[in-house]
């Protein structure tokens, strides 16, 4: 989203982020798990199957429950104003 930028991924895994709002600039982290989907997304330009496929392959999971983790995640992150699914 504009407004949304990436202040640093931490020695622990965890990624924040930085939100310009109606009422001034907000503060998120993210831990490990969401920091890799986040980092899958970018990767593969905001694909979702293409992020899921990677994140399988490094969680040793079935694709499928990846995608599954990921649609999730994205839901709650738009929901927070942080990410935005484009068709």
């Known amino acids: 989203m504009p407004g ?3 202040t640093s991924v931490k020695s622990d895994g965890c990624l924040e982020l930085v939100a ?3 009422r001034g600039r907000a503060r998120y982290r993210c831990g490990p798990t ?7 997304l970018r990767v593969h330009d905001g694909n979702p ?26 839901e709650e992150m ?3 104003g942080l990410m935005r699914a484009e068709p």
Do not use: F, Q
């Not at 969401?34 to 899958?40: E, R, V």
């Open 4 to 6: 949304v930028s990436v």
């Open 20 to 22: 310009d709002t109606a």
């Open 34 to 40: 969401a920091t890799a989907m986040w980092i899958a």
């Open 49 to 74: 199957d293409a992020a899921a496929h990677i994140l399988a392959g490094l969680w040793h999971t079935d694709p499928v429950n990846a995608r599954t983790d990921l649609e999730i995640w994205v």
């Open 78 to 80: 738009s929901d927070a």
